[in-house]
């Protein structure tokens, strides 16, 4: 019924944003009401028992049972406010029972009968007060421990987990207006993916790129890179912030060479399957970002912008003229250590940009 009560009028602005909070607080109520007036049915029971209590004494008790159950299912609403509202309502409901059921010609009747305190009555009210408030107190914070997985779990679609974990307990704040940092940044991107695409079904390309990018960005995880944006089937990756590592190169061209040799899995499996494989072309470069969210009010995104992304994405670019899989610049080549292999292709000009860059193309000394 609740359901349907004013609901045209409430689904309406300016009522819509009050609507869901006004049927949960009326189910509140009904549930109260309704408990209360079982207990006073089932009460009636109790009296004439082995128990030996009135109908005065017994009423009370079972409302105080039943109340503290309502409440502690009430604490899976995730809200303080409710869990004291629900206590609230529940002792007007019970007290208000008690008086019709029972019959009493006044207030001071129910609590103090012949000048004595009611000793029932006040353990339904002190019962009701204090388990509201312990249930508001678990709901809070039940409901913070749910708010906090639920945003680890989002962050970690795009970070890994470590990051994601610094970043809900506050020791990273993403929540900045702009931060340079320097960092390794990662560009991907499938080299004939235009050419697969008009050759397969759109359901087996999707199929694809879905088990594509899961791989690769586990890969991406696995050495502490930060998913930045998947861009069409390419992929953008960055390392050194916004959490300083300083092997953040070596980790970014240890995920490029890693990417590789998952591509040729993947083109096992496709001429297998009789499908032409796929090439891909990395481009890393390391200098410096600018860390923030950018957007609309509607829509924020956490990236990095700036001359040092853009020659990442250049150098990728570069990989099918170079006939390389892998190219990275001067500047990250000279954070690397003796655990790759370089190849000097010179100075070379990256399209949008006055200045020539010295670049390499790389590979793991397990390479063949």
């Not at 207990?39 to 082995?50: H, R």
């Not at 990275?328 to 940009?353: E, P």
Request: aromatic residues 10%; contains cysteine; neutral net charge.
């Amino acid at each position: 019924v609740l359901v349907f009560i004013d609901i045209r009028q409430f689904r309406k602005p300016p009522f819509n944003r009050y609507y869901s909070r006004l049927v949960k607080y009326m189910y509140i109520t009904l549930d109260a009401a309704a408990y209360t007036y079982l207990v006073a049915a089932l009460a009636q029971g109790i009296t004439g028992t082995q128990f030996d209590l009135s109908i005065q004494s017994a009423l009370p008790l079972a409302m105080f049972v039943l109340g503290v159950i309502l409440l502690f299912i009430g604490i899976l609403r995730f809200s303080w406010v409710s869990c004291m509202y629900t206590g609230a309502a529940y002792l007007c409901a019970a007290f208000i029972v008690q008086y019709y059921t029972l019959n009493y010609k006044d207030t001071g009747q129910m609590f103090h009968p012949d000048g004595n305190i009611r000793v029932s009555q006040l353990v339904l009210i002190y019962g009701i007060v204090l388990s509201s408030a312990f249930a508001s107190l678990v709901s809070q914070r039940l409901r913070a421990i749910v708010t906090k997985s639920k945003r680890q779990e989002e962050l970690e679609r795009f970070l890994p987990d470590v990051v994601a974990r610094q970043i809900v307990s506050g020791q990273t704040d993403l929540n900045t207006g702009g931060l340079r940092s320097t960092a390794t940044i990662l560009f991907s991107d499938i080299r004939n993916f235009t050419t697969m695409a008009e050759e397969e079904s759109p359901e087996e390309v999707l199929a694809f790129l879905n088990s594509y990018f899961n791989d690769m960005i586990d890969i991406i995880f696995h050495y502490n890179g930060t998913l930045d944006k998947i861009i069409g089937d390419g992929i953008m990756a960055i390392y050194g912030a916004p959490i300083r590592q300083p092997d953040a190169p070596a980790n970014a061209v240890r995920t490029a060479i890693d990417m590789i040799h998952k591509l040729n899995d993947f083109n096992a499996l496709r001429v297998l399957q009789n499908k032409a494989p796929i090439q891909i072309g990395i481009g890393i470069h390391t200098g410096d970002v600018i860390l923030g969210n950018v957007g609309s009010d509607k829509r924020m995104d956490f990236t990095a912008i700036g001359d040092t992304v853009n020659t990442a994405a250049r150098l990728e670019a570069l990989t099918r003229e170079k006939n390389t899989p892998i190219l990275i610049s001067s500047s990250t080549r000279r954070q690397l250590n003796g655990d790759f292999q370089f190849q000097n292709l010179g100075m070379v000009s990256l399209k949008g940009k006055k200045t020539m860059l010295e670049v390499f193309s790389v590979s793991g000394n397990d390479s063949v």
